[in-house]
């Protein structure tokens, strides 16, 4: 019998955060996600089969309605789990009885607006915010200004590390810090419902990088401050924000350290699922 291939938190463990629909850890037995039907508001856990999220159990549960996650399972040994309880900013993963994929992988749709859906959990320890990495395979459903991820402090608008597209059109995709002052490190603009991979380092307060598909680096020595974030929000820029963004999520893993001499191994492991460059 062929030897199971490691998985991406067997091969560089020690991850803060890390959400996926697929498994990242050998060792984890928990579930995928939790999901609240449209039928009833029943909800009930959707694990994987082998390393894969379980479809089958996830349409079954469903059936011809909407499926709306009101719990990302955190995949490190941390768990920080990522929930929403409110029903009108859930997002969704089955849309009219079909699972959302692209490129044949299942994603997570975040709407947009004031009605959007967002993500959060209040960290069980807080993320230093210079040395560290995030990696994120993601994609957009529409455009305007929009923020994928966001680590937070709790004094909500203060203070913030996150990525996500500019306000200014053509929206470039960005990745944003703040501490009194908001910087960015502009990139590119993207193509709406392309998949990208895309790492976020801070190796020291005036040494930030921002990669995407592992061929394209931008960079920016803007000093701010550093500080230790609280929250970590998926489709929301700060803790006071109301308005959500324009996102399709896949995968997001943050580590406490900076990973840029790993990250090419780490996007090769993620590139080697999604098949995105």
């Known amino acids: 019998m062929p030897k199971a291939q490691p998985l991406l938190l067997d091969l560089f463990p020690n991850a803060s955060v890390a959400y996926s629909l697929r498994k990242l850890r050998t060792a984890y037995s928990g579930n995928a996600i939790r ?14 089969v082998g390393n894969n999220l379980d479809t089958v159990a996830l349409l079954a549960f469903c059936g011809a309605g909407n499926g709306f996650v009101t719990t990302w399972y955190d995949q490190s040994t941390n768990v920080n789990d990522a929930t929403q309880a409110t029903v009108g900013r859930q997002p969704i993963i ?10 044949g992988k299942q994603y997570v749709r975040m709407f ?12 069980n320890t807080p993320i230093a915010t210079v040395g560290t990495s995030s990696f994120l395979v993601s994609s957009y459903n529409a455009t305007g200004a929009s923020s994928l991820f966001g680590l937070s402090s709790t004094s909500g608008s203060g203070q913030y590390l996150n990525q996500g597209l ?20 502009p990139a590119f603009t993207p193509t709406l419902d392309n998949i990208y991979l895309t790492s976020f380092h801070t190796l020291t307060t005036t040494d930030r990088r921002f990669f995407v598909d592992n061929s394209n680096s931008y ?25 959500s963004g324009f996102s399709d999520l896949f995968e997001f893993i ?13 996007e090769t ?3 080697q699922y999604y098949a995105i460059y």
């Open 35 to 48: 999901v609240r039907r449209s039928s009833d508001n029943t909800e009930q856990d959707i694990g994987f």
């Open 94 to 103: 089955v849309s009219s009885g079909a699972i959302l994929t692209r490129s």
């Open 112 to 123: 947009q607006g004031l009605t959007g859906a967002f993500m959060e959990k209040l960290l």
């Open 166 to 185: 500019d306000g200014t059109s053509p929206f470039n995709l960005v990745g944003f810090f703040r501490n009194t002052t908001q910087y960015s490190i």
């Open 219 to 243: 960079s920016s020595s803007q000093s701010t401050p550093s500080f230790n974030a609280t929250y970590v929000l998926l489709n929301r820029l700060r803790r006071s924000d109301i308005i």
């Open 254 to 266: 943050i580590y406490p350290t900076e990973k840029t001499a790993d990250r090419t191994a780490i």
């Open 269 to 271: 492991n993620i590139n």
